[in-house]
């Protein structure tokens, strides 16, 4: 790599610049076509443009937002788990954030009692309590990072068998349950995105605040404790803000798998594992991510859209396995 | 001065540690010796507050236990037998020692940098200063903590089995390091170890453990002399000439 983009500073810019580039692609670029001059009269709500004024504001704009908040939110968390874990494997799913909003969802649909609106609600308090409750567990064992995974492991099996049994009642409830679980941005409302958004900032703000005590867990409990750090406290810090910026991100893209944890893999692999460092990049990478997939989805089969879920493991699929082979070459030559 | 003030572990209803009791002397090197099992790593954790005992460790007269996370790591640096392979560079690995110094928000500063040259000169690892820690050697690996223990720059430093990975010359500078921290920087330094004859050679005194309990706290000529070693260890002692002195070693 070269030299000068190991440089944090050079990174986030030419980061912020591609992000820039293609939050511009993806407002101008759709299933209806504009000119330069519809782009920017609609953009600057001038009368005779108000059909792009409404594409632009009600449609891709909160969409692109959307798919911002998206990857950030999802890498953050991925990022927050890998480091407090010491497992480059963990994700969002294994503090239960899937299965529980998955849970929460279905049963909402289930009962039927109140409208499908309230189904980002029950996203979010599903996988953030879901959470809650898997480190409650832990740490009433022993609160080591091997029985957070375990205690994951085991409430996640609850829930996803919670979830096939209450999809196998009602197949109805199962097709709506299926399009949350595969995760898009495409009924994304920009009134939805003001809480998400302001919880994902605050997890972002508090990781950047407390990331050099975050960057020492890495090493372990016991080096860690020996570095000053109240290791049990420090951990359940980072896990409830893993947990609350993906949950955040449930409640309005869906189940969007995969980008947390690809994208703390990748950015490591580039620019090395200090956490510090890694959180603006992870951030920007993440959301440049999922808006180039969500644009793909849109544009590849258009009019018809593949959901943002579905390009994101075709496209990062392949990537991720190659970087793998990568790395196994670089140890081989070790 | 440290001091272990009949510290005891149980784990369920197993007695680990059992009443131990003995003082680190300043400014010089405290070996620990013991039977694999015995307690040794158990009683290392509880100086990092990772586990739970009975009794007191006392710093100048203040309880360890009472003192904050920041405050005890501060002056006493403990590095434990397992090292992880991480995705850091030397020099961030090494600047992660300057970590009890540093508030919330704070950065390096000049100071702390010139601690962390100061730690990776110590030990000769300024050329891998930019190599990533996980590519390293196991022998690389050990000094690359220890150069983070360096920079944390405690007046005492503890350290478990810090030559497992080191070859015969790199464990004999490596304690030869250890001694010039002990007489040039006036580090107070216990150290876990496995090698009976080296312990003798390099430590100033001697702390045996037998079945979590001390079988012998004091200095290292006493203790072989006391044939303690002989007896925990199942070993047999002999001398040889080394450098024109005459120097005690243990063998099977």
């Given at each position: 790599m070269?030299?000068?983009?190991?440089?944090?500073?050079?990174?986030?810019?030419?980061?912020?610049?591609?992000?820039v580039?293609t939050?511009?692609?993806?407002?101008?670029?759709?299933?209806?076509?504009?000119?330069?001059?519809?782009?920017?009269?609609?953009?600057?709500?001038?009368?005779?443009?108000?059909?792009?004024?409404?594409?632009?504001?009600?449609?891709?704009?909160?969409r692109?937002?959307?798919?911002?908040?998206?990857?950030?939110?999802?890498?953050?968390?991925?990022?927050?788990?890998?480091?407090?874990?010491?497992?480059?494997?963990?994700?969002?799913?294994?503090?239960?954030?899937?299965?529980?909003?998955?849970?929460?969802?279905?049963?909402?649909?289930?009962?039927?009692?109140?409208?499908?609106?309230?189904?980002?609600?029950?996203?979010f308090?599903?996988?953030?309590?879901?959470?809650l409750?898997?480190?409650?567990?832990?740490?009433?064992?022993?609160?080591?990072?091997?029985?957070?995974?375990?205690?994951?492991?085991?409430?996640?099996?609850?829930?996803?068998?919670?979830?096939?049994?209450?999809?196998m009642?009602?197949?109805?409830?199962?097709?709506?349950?299926?399009?949350?679980?595969?995760g898009?941005?495409?009924?994304?409302?920009?009134?939805?995105?003001?809480?998400?958004?302001?919880?994902?900032?605050?997890?972002?703000?508090?990781?950047?605040?407390?990331?050099?005590?975050?960057?020492?867990?890495?090493?372990?409990?016991?080096?860690a404790?020996?570095l000053?750090?109240?290791?049990g406290?420090?951990?359940?810090?980072?896990?409830?803000?893993?947990?609350?910026?993906?949950?955040?991100?449930?409640?309005?893209?869906?189940?969007?798998?995969?980008?947390?944890?690809?994208?703390?893999?990748?950015?490591?692999?580039?620019?090395?594992?200090?956490?510090?460092?890694?959180?603006?990049?992870?951030?920007?990478?993440?959301?440049?991510?999922?808006?180039?997939?969500?644009?793909?989805?849109?544009?590849?089969f258009?009019?018809?859209?593949?959901?943002?879920?579905?390009?994101?493991?075709?496209?990062?699929?392949?990537?991720?396995f190659?970087?793998?082979?990568?790395?196994?070459?670089?140890y081989?030559e070790? | 001065?440290?001091?272990?003030?009949?510290?005891?572990?149980e784990?369920?209803?197993?007695?680990?540690?059992?009443?131990?009791?003995?003082?680190?002397?300043?400014?010089?090197?405290?070996?620990?010796l013991?039977?694999?099992?015995?307690?040794?790593?158990?009683?290392?954790?509880?100086?990092?507050?990772?586990?739970?005992?009975?009794?007191?460790?006392l710093?100048?007269?203040?309880?360890?236990?009472?003192?904050?996370?920041?405050?005890?790591?501060?002056r006493?640096?403990?590095l434990?037998?397992?090292?992880?392979?991480?995705?850091?560079?030397?020099?961030?690995?090494?600047?992660?020692?300057?970590?009890p110094?540093?508030?919330?928000?704070?950065?390096?500063?000049?100071?702390?940098?010139?601690?962390?040259?100061?730690?990776?000169?110590?030990?000769?690892?300024?050329?891998?200063?930019?190599k990533?820690?996980?590519?390293?050697?196991?022998?690389?690996?050990?000094?690359?903590?220890?150069?983070?223990?360096?920079?944390q720059?405690?007046?005492?430093?503890?350290?478990?089995?810090?030559?497992?990975?080191?070859d015969m010359?790199?464990?004999?500078?490596?304690?030869?390091?250890?001694?010039?921290?002990?007489?040039?920087?006036?580090?107070?330094?216990?150290?876990v170890?496995?090698?009976?004859?080296?312990?003798?050679?390099?430590?100033?005194?001697?702390?045996?453990?037998?079945?979590?309990?001390?079988?012998?706290?004091?200095?290292a000529s006493?203790?072989?002399?006391?044939?303690?070693?002989?007896?925990?260890?199942?070993?047999?002692?002999?001398?040889?000439?080394k450098?024109?002195?005459?120097?005690?070693?243990?063998?099977?």
């Open positions: 070269k030299k000068w983009l190991q440089k944090t500073s050079a990174a986030v810019l030419l980061l912020a610049l591609i992000l580039g939050v511009l692609l993806a407002v101008r670029l759709g299933s209806v076509e504009m000119s330069s001059a519809a782009f920017l009269g609609g953009l600057l709500r001038r009368p005779g443009y108000e059909t792009f004024t409404l594409i632009l504001y009600q449609l891709r704009l909160p692109v937002l959307g798919a911002i908040l998206a990857g950030a939110g999802l890498s953050l968390s991925g990022l927050l788990l890998q480091n407090v874990t010491g497992n480059d494997l963990a994700g969002p799913n294994i503090i239960g954030v899937n299965a529980g909003a998955g849970f929460a969802v279905i049963l909402l649909l289930f009962t039927g009692s109140v409208g499908v609106y309230w189904t980002p609600v029950a996203a308090f599903g996988a953030f309590l879901t959470t409750l898997i480190l409650y567990t832990a740490v009433k064992v022993n609160g080591s990072k091997t029985t957070v995974i375990l205690a994951g492991i085991a409430v996640t099996a609850v829930l996803n068998a919670g979830i096939s049994f209450l999809s009642l009602d197949s109805d409830v199962l097709v709506t349950y299926n399009h949350f679980s595969i898009g941005l495409t009924a994304v409302r920009m009134e939805q995105l003001i809480v998400p958004g302001v919880i994902i900032g605050a997890s972002l703000s508090a990781a950047m605040l407390f990331g050099k005590r975050i960057n020492v867990l890495c090493l372990g409990d016991a080096l404790a020996s000053g750090v109240n290791v406290r420090m951990r359940l810090f980072a896990l409830v803000l893993a947990s609350a910026s993906a949950a955040a991100v449930v409640s309005f893209a869906g189940l969007l798998g995969f980008v947390g944890l690809v994208v703390p893999h990748i950015c490591r692999r580039v620019w090395g594992g200090e956490f510090g460092r890694l959180l603006p990049l992870t951030a920007l990478f993440g959301a440049i991510l999922v808006l180039s997939a969500d644009l793909a989805g849109r544009l590849l258009a009019p018809s859209e593949i959901p943002v879920g579905i390009v994101m493991a075709l496209i990062g699929g392949p990537f991720f190659s970087l793998l082979l990568r790395r196994k070459q670089a081989d070790i | 001065m440290m001091r272990f003030d009949r510290v005891s572990v784990l369920g209803d197993k007695q680990i540690l059992d009443q131990i009791s003995f003082s680190l002397q300043p400014h010089k090197i405290t070996a620990l013991g039977r694999n099992g015995c307690g040794k790593s158990t009683l290392l954790s509880c100086l990092t507050g990772t586990k739970k005992y009975t009794g007191e460790i710093l100048d007269d203040r309880n360890l236990a009472l003192m904050t996370p920041r405050e005890r790591a501060a006493v640096a403990v434990p037998q397992v090292l992880p392979k991480v995705p850091l560079t030397v020099r961030e690995l090494v600047s992660l020692g300057r970590n110094y540093l508030d919330l928000g704070r950065h390096l500063t000049e100071a702390d940098r010139e601690q962390i040259d100061r730690a990776l000169s110590w030990t000769g690892l300024e050329q891998l200063a930019d990533r820690v996980e590519v390293l050697s196991g022998g690389e690996r050990q000094k690359a903590y220890l150069a983070m223990v360096l920079a720059n405690t007046g005492i430093i503890v350290l478990d089995e810090p030559t497992t990975y080191l010359g790199a464990a004999a500078d490596f304690a030869q390091l250890l001694v010039t921290l002990k007489t040039r920087h006036k580090k107070t330094i216990l150290i170890m496995h090698d009976l004859t080296g312990a003798v050679e390099f430590s100033d005194n001697l702390v045996v453990i037998r079945d979590g309990r001390i079988a012998f706290a004091g200095c006493a203790c072989v002399e006391s044939g303690i070693i002989e007896s925990v260890f199942g070993v047999r002692k002999g001398t040889c000439c450098d024109g002195r005459e120097c005690v070693l243990f063998y099977r």
